[in-house]
Structure formats: structure tokens, C-alpha cells
């Protein structure tokens, strides 16, 4: 890919793949259904985000490092995400994750898929396992918006030659500071802020939206 057309950033959990990695994790730890309701209100924009996460990452001490390649395995990607992802590819655009969820899974789902750019929230490990504590910068909303603005202006690209896509509150800071946001089988609260949505869990159906698209 010789010249760098655009740029497009999409959150992961229930964007990219349809699981929320975090509660697949709290499967394993049998806090499932705690987890689970923690990320719900948290995606609906009705907790605090970092303090939800640091809640629910809390609740996984003791797991093995080794439940990465376990929970790898079990998640799927949205219909047609790979499809998507190349098409952009092919036409220059430069596709990166921005993710509120874990860099063991998000750094293997963005070289499985060819991606060079990715963000996501590092769990602390002692002795192989977690400490039910994160460390460095949190994935915040205002992080993920930075983030894509940090990209855009590495890759010297005009707003409007950016893309954000993503479901939760979280996500809301990001995709209006792209040139186009799209709520992608969104949270309430997103499609209520964000004009362009996709109600249908397919790709595909977002490659309309782009009218730059080649």
C-alpha cells in the first residue's frame, strides 16, 4: 500500500467480535454474571468506565495467563469484520483498534488480521497469573478519542478522512471526533448522539456509509 488514503478505528468488544472479552474471563473465574451486569451498565453510559473496569478486572485475580489462548480460540469475529477490513486495506485506508478490553487478545486479533495500529488496557501478571489489577495508561473514552486523533495526525489526514466505529458510551468521544462516526449495533445512548448507524450485525452494511470510498 503505497499512499495512506484514510484511516479507520474500530472498538473491539461487541464491534469487532461479538463477545465481551471480560466476561468470557469472568466465566473462568465463576463471576460471570457479575461481570457480565457491570459491563452492561457500563456500556449503557451508567457507571464511570475506568472505575467499572478496575471493578470488574478486580475480580479476576488468580486467573493463569494461560486462559488467553482459551478465550482466544472462543471468540468470533462479526459477520463479514475480515471482509471489511480488507476491502479498506485494499483502497488505503489504514484500519487500527482502539480497544477498552486486553492487549493479549486485541494485539493476536490485530495480527491475525493484518492491522498495524492497536490500543488496549494491559493486565497486571505476577508469576503467571493476574493480580486483578491493570497497569499503565486506562483505555478511557477520552483516551480512545485522543488516540485516534494521536493517528490521524501521524498519518497527516484531514478529519474527514477518518472513520471511528464502535457500540458503547465509551466509545461516543471517538466516533464524534472522526470525520464519520457510525454506531455499530449501538447502545441507546450512542445512536441517540451518533446520526449514522448500522442496526444489522454485518460489515458489509457499513461500506455504503463511505462515500470516499473508491
Known amino acids: 500500500m503505497s499512499q495512506v488514503k484514510g484511516l479507520c478505528v474500530m472498538d473491539v468488544d461487541g464491534t469487532l467480535i461479538l463477545e465481551e472479552v471480560i466476561d468470557l474471563l469472568g466465566r473462568e473465574v465463576g463471576r460471570e ?3 457480565s451486569q457491570i459491563t452492561s451498565w457500563a456500556m449503557r453510559g451508567e457507571l464511570n468506565f475506568e472505575r ?3 471493578d470488574r478486572v478486580s475480580l479476576l485475580e488468580g486467573l493463569p495467563v494461560s486462559v488467553f489462548d482459551k478465550v482466544f480460540k472462543s471468540i468470533q469475529l462479526t459477520p463479514n469484520a475480515q471482509k471489511f477490513i480488507s476491502i479498506l ?3 488505503g485506508i ?4 482502539v480497544s477498552g478490553g486486553f492487549t493479549p487478545i486485541v494485539e493476536r486479533l490485530a495480527k491475525s488480521l493484518g492491522i498495524a495500529y ?3 488496557n494491559q493486565l497486571e501478571v505476577k508469576g ?3 493480580t486483578g489489577k491493570l497497569v499503565g495508561q486506562i483505555i478511557s ?3 480512545k478519542k485522543e488516540t485516534l486523533e494521536k493517528w490521524r495526525e501521524k498519518l497527516k489526514l484531514p478529519k474527514e478522512r477518518t472513520i471511528a466505529i464502535g457500540d458503547g458510551a465509551n466509545d461516543l468521544l ?6 464519520l462516526g457510525i454506531a455499530f449495533c449501538a447502545k441507546e445512548v450512542l445512536k441517540k448522539e451518533i446520526p449514522h448507524h448500522v442496526d444489522k450485525r454485518d460489515f458489509l452494511e457499513v461500506l455504503p456509509l463511505i462515500d470516499w470510498l473508491e
Open 141 to 143: 473514552p477520552q483516551v
Open 128 to 130: 503467571g497469573f493476574l
Open 33 to 35: 454474571e457479575e461481570i
Open 174 to 179: 471517538m466516533l464524534k471526533s472522526a470525520g
Open 94 to 97: 489504514l484500519v487500527g483498534l
Open 89 to 91: 486495506q485494499k483502497n
Open 118 to 120: 492497536f490500543s488496549a
Open 52 to 54: 467499572s473496569l478496575r
